[in-house]
């Protein structure tokens, strides 16, 4: 069972950057790691994804702004966002899914993700 608990959301003003944490127990060694986000009356979208092999992806709205990276000694997985715009205002949300065989999945849909964490609020001010 994997467990994950986010912080780090905030309010901050457009152009201002913030770094959320989701701390993580419980995967193993094949996995997927990403950080959701639903903003008030949208459906919950994908930005960013990290497998257990290095690779990451991310959504078109928020690449080269945002990164998404893991820290395994502190069992960890963070979001940093740089260059934040009022668009990116939502709750955002840590997702994880455990391989049991294969490559682990890049993907951004959330009906791949088996895990969730309870969301972190993130406000960005004009």
């Known amino acids: 069972q994997v467990e994950l608990v986010e912080s780090g959301g905030g309010s901050v003003q457009a152009g201002g950057s913030l770094t959320l944490s989701c701390g993580a127990s419980g995967y193993s060694y094949s996995y997927s790691f990403a950080w959701f986000r639903q903003a008030p009356g949208r459906e919950r979208e994908g930005v960013a994804v990290?497998?257990?092999?290095?690779?990451?992806d991310y959504a078109y709205a928020v690449k080269g702004r945002f990164t998404i990276t893991q820290d395994n000694a502190k069992k960890a997985i963070y979001l940093h966002m740089n260059s934040l715009k009022p668009e990116d205002t939502a709750k955002y949300y840590c997702a994880a899914v455990v391989y049991v065989w294969g490559t682990p999945r890049l993907s951004r849909r959330e009906t791949d993700f088996a895990y969730w964490g309870q969301g972190t609020q993130v406000t960005v001010s004009s």
């Open positions: 990290l497998a257990s092999d290095g690779r990451t």
